[in-house]
């Protein structure tokens, strides 16, 4: 199909997952088309239909090394534009249940920059590639198939403010467009099975302020971010990063009615109430540089494509249009790469992919890990309903040992923070050293140390505090 003379894909949604779809696709087909309701080229705003755009965005260490395998150079890029690099083991400040992990550098890499910046340097270089095009400012009307329905042959799009739909046929459809996809309405319109979901309710809301440092403070000590983690005797947390362009994002949340306000006074109160002071010591030395702006993210969705035993050929599905994690957990975007990767492994030989074998091989290589484990944290905590079975539990008690022995021990912060970057599999902390240090130093307990906040040498003595 790759070589023959006027193949082309279209996806659905100019999301960092439907760009990352789109890298993979100008290797295989002569055209790729990019549809979305934003308007995308040029811009370093956030996109209007994007609300999370204002928010922390990040990827894992294992989503960063995809990024940089489909767009060589972009992290070097990003670094010119002033985005720090950190570990996320060792310069990342991590509190568990109000004690902070010892750190330590691993390799494991992370990138700070912000959501327009980071969605600008991807796109400008997959524009780059001139069988990529986008058309911006359109609406998605529905898919186009053949007569019997049992292959998907284009799109029905229309440009806003325009009364007329045009069809573009297409060899590939891949939907990127996110939780709110309609690909499970459409299939169920054309005669194919209801995909099940699983959902859960998390009841999130995340309430996100930008700041810059004032002359001569030093907060973060050479960190790049202060992250107090939410505990189930305290749904609340927050997470407080150096980004591009020399300013502060502190994103801070509570689950299950534990949100924080938008008006500034109260945000800044509620922030005394954060498991550590560190967080709000920290902006006690800071300027805002804009008003709260808040998230509600209610549920968590996983569309279990995998189960199906009918799909019809020409359509994919990627990105948060598949599975719709918990963003605390900052698995999205990385996730997303993992999918592009998988993707890319059913159109290598330029057939057609078979829809069916690629959602099986997006559940294992992509999904069911990440799934699987911040579906056991968010059922830790109580006010989040849902079956717990034994074997969760268990899984939910040993993560507690774990977050308690790297309390103590640096090598098990590393071990844990590889399985949280995605770069190892949860069963790597079992091995028998490591399960030795694990149970060790979970015996020996937190230090005392471990519970007291970081201090830092006060500001310039013409900076006055909040």
């Known amino acids: 199909m790759g070589n023959e003379t006027g193949t082309r894909a279209v996806v659905l949604g100019g999301s960092v997952a439907g760009m990352f779809a789109a890298r993979v696709l100008a290797d295989v087909y002569d055209e790729v088309r990019i549809v979305d309701r934003d308007v995308l080229v040029g811009t370093d705003a956030p996109r209007r239909h994007a609300p999370q755009g204002r928010h922390i965005s990040g990827l894992l260490t294992r989503g960063h090394e995809a990024m940089e395998e489909l767009f060589p150079g972009v992290t070097a890029e990003l670094v010119r534009h002033g985005v720090p690099l950190g570990d996320l083991s060792g310069s990342t400040r991590w509190y568990f249940s109000g004690r902070r992990l010892k750190q330590r550098h691993g390799g494991l890499t992370t990138c700070a920059a912000s959501r327009p910046l980071l969605e600008r340097a991807i796109r400008d270089r997959l524009l780059a590639y001139p069988n990529v095009v986008i058309d911006e400012r359109h609406d998605i009307l529905s898919l186009e198939t053949t007569p019997d329905r049992s292959r998907v042959s284009g799109v029905r799009i229309q440009r806003r403010g325009n009364d007329t739909a045009e069809v573009i046929r297409a060899d590939l459809v891949v939907d990127a467009t996110g939780r709110g996809s309609r690909t499970p309405v459409w299939l169920e319109q054309l005669g194919y099975p209801r995909v099940r979901e699983d959902r859960q309710k998390v009841d999130l809301v995340y309430v996100t302020q930008n700041f810059r440092l004032r002359d001569g403070a030093d907060p973060f000590q050479n960190d790049i971010a202060i992250n107090p983690v939410a505990y189930p005797d305290l749904a609340r947390g927050a997470v407080f990063v150096v980004t591009d362009g020399g300013r502060l994002v502190l994103t801070a949340y509570g689950l299950r009615g534990n949100h924080p306000p938008t008006e500034q006074a109260a945000f800044h109160q509620w922030l005394k109430t954060l498991p550590v002071p560190d967080v709000y010591e920290a902006v006690q030395y800071a300027d805002p540089l804009d008003e709260p702006v808040a998230f509600h993210f209610p549920t968590t969705i996983r569309r279990r494509y995998e189960e199906l035993d009918r799909f019809p050929d020409g359509l994919l599905v990627t990105g948060d249009a598949v599975t719709c994690f918990n963003p605390v957990y900052a698995q999205g975007m990385t996730v997303a790469a993992l999918g592009a990767l998988t993707m890319r492994r059913h159109l290598h030989s330029g057939a057609d992919p078979v829809p069916l074998d690629y959602f099986s091989d997006l559940a294992r290589e992509a999904i069911d890990q990440p799934w699987e484990m911040t579906s056991t944290v968010d059922l830790g905590f109580p006010q989040v309903e849902g079956e717990r079975p034994l074997q969760q539990k268990l899984a ?71």
């Open 396 to 466: 939910q008690r040993f993560l507690r040992l774990v977050q308690r022995a790297a309390t103590r021990d640096a090598a098990v912060t590393l071990a844990y923070m590889r399985v949280a970057g995605l770069v190892d599999r949860p069963e790597s902390l079992m091995r028998p050293d490591m399960l030795l240090r694990i149970l060790w130093n979970a015996i020996l307990g937190p230090p005392r140390a471990s519970t007291q906040p970081i201090r830092w040498p006060r500001p310039a003595a013409n900076a006055t505090t909040t």
